[in-house]
């Protein structure tokens, strides 16, 4: 099974100089971001214009998204990443070189190891964000940047503040050294949580959306993380829902719920 993902290990061997610069950590996040976010920006700017067409799949159909919260959204992150992410990756580069394995993981390994990756960070996530709203102090200190936007939109995803960003990032990031993950793992984790985390925040319940294609509700996806938004007290785990209906927090989404216009 592993000479399956060997040639595509090959490849990405073949950029080795490129991933073992400390600029690269930063520069493959803020871009793989914004490529998921694309999609959707440009769903919000159609549907400006073919009003009926968008607006069914809108979890709030009266909401649009303006250019001056995409503009600030988008400053956000790119002040974060630079001010706080690079600086980071370039001491983690200082103390810990990239040190690439010639041999490809295999296909279970890589499957169970995103998996257990994004369980384990669905965890964490879950603990970090019942504390930050059940602790008026942390909720005001930290998280309630992230809340500027009663109005989900996927640049929305990334409006958080340094101690959000870096908490959560860290999670991300040593889980799979915890969990000994080969580096294409490790690389595959990350593009998936990425992806998942815009698609909670895109503020559209698509038919091909993965709440839609994990069976028995256990996935959220963003009608669970849209509730969350307009509640501020229900579905704090970011994924999946085991979480929240242990904790007795399981809102489940029904049409009728709406925002409050941004």
């Not at 490129?18 to 520069?27: D, T």
């Not at 993981?105 to 964490?124: E, K, N, R, Y």
């Not at 815009?198 to 959306?209: F, K, T």
């Amino acid at each position: 099974m592993t000479l399956l993902l060997q040639t595509p290990w090959d490849l990405v061997l073949g950029y080795e100089r490129l991933l073992g610069s400390p600029f690269f950590p930063v520069l493959f996040s803020i871009g793989v971001y914004l490529l998921f976010c694309l999609p959707f920006v440009l769903l919000d700017c159609v549907s400006r214009w073919a009003p009926s067409f968008v607006r069914r799949y809108k979890l709030q159909p009266q909401s649009t998204v303006s250019w001056d919260g995409v503009s600030r959204c988008l400053a956000r992150t790119l002040y974060n990443h630079l001010v706080y992410i690079l600086p980071t990756t370039v001491l983690h580069w200082y103390w810990r070189p990239v040190n690439l394995p010639r041999e490809a993981p295999s296909v279970p390994g890589l499957i169970w190891g995103v998996l257990a990756c994004l369980l384990l960070f669905d965890l964490q996530y879950f603990v970090w964000h019942f504390l930050h709203h059940k602790i008026p102090w942390l909720y005001r200190t930290f998280h309630k940047v992230h809340h500027t936007f009663t109005v989900t939109s996927a640049l929305t995803t990334e409006h958080s503040g340094a101690w959000e960003m870096m908490s959560l990032g860290f999670f991300a990031a040593i889980n799979p050294y915890m969990l000994g993950c080969h580096p294409l793992t490790e690389l595959a984790f990350f593009v998936l949580n990425i992806w998942l985390s815009v698609e909670d925040h895109c503020g559209y319940d698509l038919p091909w959306a993965t709440h839609r294609l994990v069976p028995w509700g256990l996935y959220g996806g963003a009608p669970h993380h849209d509730l969350h938004h307009l509640t501020f007290s229900s579905n704090y785990a970011p994924y999946f829902t085991h979480w929240d209906r242990l904790a007795g927090t399981l809102l489940q989404y029904h049409p009728h719920h709406h925002h409050p216009q941004d």
